[in-house]
């Protein structure tokens, strides 16, 4: 009774609780990625490391973060010839009008965009995919991919 009742107060005595299921998910993707590190020689993803352990992707990168440190504001990032950055300083508020009126200008050039411009950006910057993923799926060339994102682009810089 005593030894659970130790382990139970060092679980839960964290800056933050987190539920035992969270950590028990952090704890498995965790050795999962070792694992995986040591079997492919490289860093593997969350989607890997999702796909190993049945869980959605989500579920993992909450509970990876669930079970980091918390840092303080005051902690500093940067600090030469005595100017010294904060996490604080780094942190802004951005709702002011200029990032909403950017926020809509943004949507609006967005969606002058044919569906198949759309197509392409969210594949590639929404899904991470890489030009040559995006032309296999679409069933264009590499080369195509690269002229309609760089068209679309050009697009939505001179929408806003």
């Given at each position: 009774m005593?030894e659970?009742?130790?382990?139970?107060?060092?679980?839960d005595s964290?800056?933050i609780?987190?539920?035992r299921?969270l950590?028990?998910v952090?704890?498995k993707?965790?050795?999962?990625k070792?694992?995986?590190?040591?079997?492919?020689?490289?860093e593997?993803?969350?989607?890997e490391?999702s796909?190993v352990?049945g869980?959605?992707?989500?579920d993992?990168?909450?509970?990876l973060?669930?079970?980091s440190e918390p840092?303080?504001?005051?902690?500093?990032?940067?600090?030469?010839?005595g100017?010294?950055?904060?996490?604080?300083?780094?942190?802004?508020?951005n709702n002011?009008?200029?990032?909403w009126?950017n926020?809509i200008a943004?949507?609006?050039?967005?969606?002058?965009?044919?569906?198949r411009?759309?197509?392409?950006l969210n594949?590639?910057?929404?899904?991470?995919?890489t030009?040559v993923?995006?032309?296999e799926?679409?069933?264009?060339?590499?080369?195509?991919v690269?002229?309609l994102?760089?068209?679309?682009l050009?697009?939505?810089?001179?929408g806003?």
């Amino acid at each position: 009774m005593i030894e659970g009742e130790v382990k139970r107060h060092i679980r839960d005595s964290g800056q933050i609780r987190v539920s035992r299921s969270l950590r028990d998910v952090a704890y498995k993707a965790m050795q999962t990625k070792e694992q995986l590190t040591a079997k492919l020689g490289r860093e593997p993803t969350v989607e890997e490391i999702s796909g190993v352990l049945g869980c959605k992707r989500e579920d993992v990168v909450i509970a990876l973060e669930a079970v980091s440190e918390p840092v303080s504001l005051y902690e500093p990032v940067f600090s030469e010839s005595g100017d010294t950055v904060y996490v604080l300083d780094q942190i802004g508020d951005n709702n002011d009008d200029i990032n909403w009126l950017n926020e809509i200008a943004l949507k609006d050039a967005i969606s002058s965009l044919g569906s198949r411009e759309k197509k392409i950006l969210n594949l590639r910057f929404l899904q991470g995919k890489t030009q040559v993923e995006v032309a296999e799926e679409i069933g264009i060339s590499q080369a195509q991919v690269s002229r309609l994102e760089k068209g679309a682009l050009n697009k939505i810089k001179s929408g806003i």
